[in-house]
């Protein structure tokens, strides 16, 4: 294992650019598959870090361009919020 | 793609594929899967990965205790390089209802006639088990150790790789157009990539089985509903066992990751297949977690997700063959428990389709029972 293959691509999951690759060589090509796999993108940046660096994984592996790639599917919230405050929040518009 | 399949297999969800491996394994692997996504796309992969032996029949209990102990050995069993993750510390089921007290009594019952280690709890025992649990609102509560929730990603790719090694080709990012049927007989299924000709078809298409169906000229009384679901930032582990509640309406479990995912049913969801996130559902799942567990209220929610649920009128599944086409048949209408049945499915599919004699009695669930007014009756599920 090159230093390469240490790289850390995903730092909320602790996936490396190895692991990646070795995905991707299996037939795991895209976002969504090594998503599932890994936990990449299910991390507390929602993929906002790993998502463009696995897609030009992807897209130098398959040959096809970046723009023809899938990414994953946005959901809220944008970032964290304590549920406490969600509740909060519900039971004030109830008043 | 292969052009001449024995079986061809739509949907590569956990269904799908334990089906297709089961299959495998009793010989037949000229088998081939469709699955419009990727493996584990559809409402496998957006499930809840519990796995449940407290239930109120005779039958679901049977039937999950099989799913139970394989999933106890699914990574040896399936020759797996990975981990599916089972976390087997138990389910909690807390009632704030004195009706549901004297169900979970009966469901005990029940349980104990098939082996299953379940007890009724007082509180305090339950208060022991999970700290942090509001006891001021309930009356009691129901646990069984041997419950527990794993990976739906892993597990399916364990099936998948599992029949893969066997032969089964698997071929993703294909959509099914049609089925033809020539004489009340199955002979071709046609996707966006191509004919294959095949006498069987299994319809596991889950949120999609009432299309899949329609294409053979079959109409089966399923339909679809949207459930959601939301993961906090992952925490150090503070509970063991999934929470659940019917009245209350919520689960809730610790990932071993250390994220708590919690879902909670509501009726008002659409029925059009959509799965987008919605405001409403984030706040009915603050507040009520917020009420049940309170320490769970201090976490950061970071994603809500969305998948379907395969309803039937009775809130069970159909394992059948259709009694109009030859060839057709179907493990649909899981109604959100087709994960946690996966392993059990896939021998009672496998049985039918080869005819062989069956390892599991799973009669009560044929297709038939809506029109003769027959229905399955469970009283336990959210």
């Known amino acids: 294992m090159n230093d390469l293959d240490n ?12 692991d990646i690759r070795r995905l991707i060589a299996e037939g795991y090509t895209s976002f969504d598959e090594i998503k599932r796999i890994t936990r990449c993108g299910m991390g507390p940046c929602q993929g ?6 696995i897609q030009r994984e992807i897209a130098m592996a398959t040959g096809q361009p970046i723009a023809a790639l899938r990414d994953q599917t946005t959901r809220p919230p944008a970032t964290g919020v304590r549920l406490e405050l969600v509740a909060k929040e519900a039971y004030r518009d109830e008043d | 793609m292969r052009t001449n399949a024995d079986i061809v297999i739509i949907g590569g969800g956990i269904t799908g594929c ?24 559809g409402s496998t992969g957006c499930c809840g990965a519990g796995v449940r032996m407290q239930w109120g029949t005779e039958m679901n209990c049977r039937m999950s205790k099989f799913s139970t ?30 009706r549901e007290i004297a ?16 007890r009724m709890l007082t509180l305090a025992e339950a208060k022991e088990i999970v700290p942090h649990l509001n006891t001021d609102i309930l009356l009691g509560a129901a646990f069984c150790e041997k419950d527990g929730f794993l990976n739906p990603f892993k597990t399916t790719d364990a099936f998948h790789r599992a029949a893969r090694r066997m032969g089964v080709e698997f071929n993703t990012f294909t959509t099914v157009t049609g089925i033809t049927v020539e004489n009340g007989r199955v002979r071709a299924v046609v996707t966006d990539k191509g004919t294959i000709n095949t006498p069987v078809v299994v319809n596991c298409a889950g949120g999609f089985s009432h299309d899949i169906a329609q294409m053979a000229g079959i109409d089966i009384p399923v339909y679809r509903e949207r459930h959601q ?3 906090t930032e992952p925490v150090e582990p503070m509970q063991d066992p999934m929470v659940m509640a019917f009245g209350l309406n919520l689960y809730v479990q610790q990932s071993p990751h250390g994220s708590f995912i919690m879902g909670r049913g509501d009726a008002n969801e659409p029925r059009d297949g959509r799965c987008t996130s919605s405001w409403r559902f984030l706040e009915e799942m603050a507040k009520t977690v917020d009420n049940v567990l309170p320490a769970i209220g201090k976490l950061r929610v970071v994603r809500q997700w969305a998948g379907l649920y395969n309803m039937t009128p009775d809130r069970q599944p159909v394992y059948d063959k259709s009694e109009q086409v030859e060839g057709f048949y179907m493990a649909i209408g899981f109604s959100g428990h087709g994960f946690m049945f996966g392993p059990v499915t896939g021998v009672v599919m496998a049985d039918m389709i080869t005819g062989s004699e069956p390892r599991i009695d799973a009669s009560g669930l044929r297709l038939s029972r809506f029109a003769e007014g027959k229905l399955f ?3 336990s599920v959210v």
């Open chain 1, 48 to 53: 906002k870090t790993c998502q463009q660096l």
């Open chain 2, 229 to 231: 679901i939301l993961v």
């Open chain 1, 7 to 18: 790289t850390i691509i995903c730092r909320c999951s602790d996936v490396t650019l190895g």
């Open chain 2, 69 to 98: 102990e394989f999933y106890e050995h699914a990574n040896d069993i399936l020759e797996y390089d990975g981990d599916v993750e089972f976390k087997q510390k138990g389910y909690l089921l807390i009632a704030d209802t004195e």
């Open chain 2, 103 to 118: 169900q979970f009594k009966k469901n005990v019952e029940v349980q104990h006639a098939c082996g299953i280690p379940s």
């Open chain 2, 18 to 41: 334990s089906i297709a491996y089961n299959l495998a394994k009793k010989g037949v692997t000229n088998i081939v899967v469709l699955e419009k996504r990727y493996i584990c796309s």
């Open chain 2, 377 to 379: 009756v469970e009283p």
